[in-house]
């Protein structure tokens, strides 16, 4: 079992920054890789970043070059880093753990076994 808590996010000014975490509990976070996905009201959840465990990443095409996904084995944790951020921003973000190496695709949310709560991100204009 693993539980995935967010925090980080908040209220932002456009062209401001955000860095979202997302800590672990258990002994298993090991096992997984990681994603970030957000949902803005009456919208489907969409794909943001993943991390694997080898290091690769992958990211949305609404946030290339702007977001960056990272992980601290150390504590359990995934990171966002979220620069030049725009109003469409704004939605809750969730965490997400998928086995790894897995052959699952990391843009599909069907795909993970675990989610966290989410965390609201708001940019205004």
């Known amino acids: 079992q693993v539980q995935l808590v967010e925090s980080g996010g908040g209220l932002v000014q456009a062209g401001g920054s955000l860095r979202l975490s997302c800590v672990s509990s258990?002994?298993?976070?090991?096992?997984?890789?990681m994603g970030w996905f957000r949902q803005a009201p009456g919208k489907e959840r969409d794909f943001v970043a993943a991390?694997?465990?080898?290091?690769?990443?992958y990211y949305g095409d609404s946030v290339k070059g702007r977001f960056s996904i990272s992980m601290d084995n150390a504590k359990n944790t995934v990171y966002l880093q979220m620069n030049s951020m725009k109003p469409e921003d704004t939605a809750v973000y969730y965490c997400?753990?998928?086995?790894?190496?897995?052959?699952?695709?990391?843009?599909?949310?069907?795909?993970?076994?675990?989610w966290g709560q989410g965390t609201q991100v708001t940019v205004s204009s």
């Open positions: 991390i694997s465990r080898r290091g690769d990443t």
């Open positions: 997400a753990a998928v086995p790894k190496y897995t052959s699952r695709s990391y843009y599909d949310r069907t795909s993970y076994d675990y």
């Open positions: 258990g002994r298993t976070f090991s096992m997984y890789d």
